[in-house]
């Protein structure tokens, strides 16, 4: 939810805006529950759940309406419930501050609106909260709970301590887990909260990411590229990209010459170079050996379409358990090999074809198709276009972001290595939809400089900046 809000902000709609139609919502369900004339309590908390109230207070004109604020104005913890609050008294509306438990009182009320706390609250309730709460179960009044009854945990129905008894709980935009082991009505309203902020990556994708400031090395990811051959770049661009996108630690294994190459191209990288000129069967003990410690394989970029090649890809992912990403060449392998590995397929369009998926110019089509053929390989597809399709064949992700720039090459090594650093943190699809993001705004960021004329080390540069949520809010 914490997500699609901020991608809700960044679509233009803000939170204040959400805050409005919740309280809209509360008051259209008040008066489903109480006619005209009655008097209506409301007992509001100091964060956006006493807000949602605040502002039904202020919809309910033909009610007589007492607004109860449980703690002290001044610790009202959020700006917009702030602002709602000081709305309120501008207006000279009937308000009463509870910051003393002892006195909190109801005047015999026929509806009370719970909305103390929300889905912002775990663990037992405080006071005054806990006394109100006993005196909204004691009084004979309806009542009406926003959001969750305050004390429950909306994701388990469990209370840790005395919570509210609710007759009605009014949720907004979706049903939440724990309403349904409860004993109440509950009406889910919308909000106004945009399909796009839920179909569409957004800032708030990133949250995911927030590192724990306890964490040690090998926490964020030991992620090995296997790669190179033809090619000398495209794996070294792959490695980089892990340590861009927050890996702690990027290994190459790929052939000798390509090895040399690639520690040139940077002292960052753990290169470990095997015999011949392409990758073959003989290397896939070593390399399984190897793949073993580490969080994530990263399989194709660079590694070109040697029969020996795809033949190695193919024995290893047979007998490899662990998280992959494959692109490139490796992709043939991926219909018609047995494995226990996760694995998540970067193709475009033109590759996916090859693997036996179908595509569309339309996006929404192409979204189903992407869906389907997931489910049919039981892998996550990251699908790569102007409009990024990632799907694990049961939930999907759009991502808008990038531009026409990055169909220089490289870019596309530059995500999957990125996807392999994530996907040691993230769940797969997660991983693939934030990496399609991030790597998209990198380009982006790129082209503002750039142009057309960007280069997939530009991206590598820009990709930190891409992964932070806070220069999107
Ligand atoms: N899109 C949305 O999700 C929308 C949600 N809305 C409403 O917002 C609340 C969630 O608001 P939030 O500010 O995050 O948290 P709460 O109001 O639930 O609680 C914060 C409040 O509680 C105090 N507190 C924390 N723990 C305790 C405790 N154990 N006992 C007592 N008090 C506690 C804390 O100090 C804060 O003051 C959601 O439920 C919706 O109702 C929207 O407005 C619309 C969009
Ligand atoms: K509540």
Redesign the pocket.
């Given at each position: 939810?914490a997500a699609v809000?901020v991608n809700a902000e960044s679509l233009g709609v803000p939170?204040k805006q959400?805050?409005e139609s919740?309280g809209n919502a509360v008051a259209r369900v008040c008066r489903d529950l109480t006619d005209p004339g009655s008097s209506v309590a409301i007992v509001a908390?100091?964060?956006?759940?006493?807000?949602?109230a605040l502002v039904a207070a202020r919809f309910l004109k033909e009610y007589d309406v007492t607004v109860h604020l449980l703690g002290r104005p001044e610790t009202i913890?959020?700006d917009i419930a702030r602002e709602n609050w000081e709305a309120l008294v501008a207006s000279e509306a009937d308000i009463q501050t509870v910051t003393d438990s002892a006195t909190f009182e109801l005047d015999d009320p026929d509806l009370v609106v719970d909305a103390m706390?929300?889905?912002?609250?775990t663990?037992?309730?405080?006071e005054p909260?806990a006394t109100a709460a006993r005196a909204l179960n004691d009084s004979s009044a309806t009542v009406l709970s926003?959001?969750?009854p305050s004390g429950v945990d909306a994701d388990t129905g469990e209370a840790a301590g005395v919570a509210v008894e609710a007759d009605h709980v009014v949720t907004?935009?979706d049903d939440k887990p724990g309403l349904g082991s409860l004993d109440c009505d509950v009406t889910v309203e919308d909000?106004g909260?945009p399909v796009a902020a839920e179909v569409f990556t957004g800032p708030g994708d990133l949250l995911s990411l927030r590192r724990d400031p306890q964490s040690h090395k090998g926490d964020h990811g030991d992620v090995l590229v296997v790669g190179g051959g033809p090619y000398t770049g495209a794996p070294a661009l792959a490695a980089q990209a892990a340590l861009r996108a927050g890996a702690d630690l990027a290994r190459v294994a790929c052939p000798e010459h390509v090895a040399r190459e690639v520690q040139g191209y940077s002292e960052n990288l753990i290169v470990r170079g095997f015999s011949g000129d392409h990758l073959a069967p003989d290397h896939v003990p070593e390399l399984l050996d190897f793949a073993a410690d580490r969080d994530v394989v990263v399989f194709g970029p660079g590694l070109g379409d040697h029969d020996e090649s795809l033949a190695a890809v193919r024995e290893f992912l047979a007998a490899y358990d662990g998280t992959a990403v494959v692109d490139a060449d490796a992709l043939q392998v991926v219909p018609d090999v047995e494995t226990e590995a996760t694995l998540i397929c970067t193709p475009h369009q033109g590759e996916l074809v090859k693997m036996g998926g179908e595509t569309d110019t339309d996006w929404e089509t192409r979204r189903e198709l992407v869906r389907e053929f997931a489910a049919d390989l039981g892998h996550v597809l990251l699908v790569k276009g102007a409009y990024d399709v990632v799907s694990d064949g049961d939930e999907d992700r759009v991502n808008r972001t990038g531009n026409p720039g990055m169909t220089v090459g490289g870019t596309g090594d530059v995500l999957a290595g990125a996807t392999g650093a994530l996907a040691s943190v993230l769940p797969p699809l997660d991983a693939a939809a934030v990496a399609a993001y991030a790597n998209g705004r990198a380009g982006d960021a790129a082209a503002d400089e750039f142009g057309g004329g960007l280069v997939a080390t530009d991206l590598l540069e820009r990709l930190p900046a891409a992964l932070e949520g806070d220069q999107h809010e």
């Open positions: 939810m809000d939170r959400l805050m919740s908390g100091r964060g956006n759940n006493g807000g949602d913890s959020t706390l929300g889905t912002g609250v663990g037992a309730l405080r909260e926003v959001d969750v907004f935009h909000i909260i």
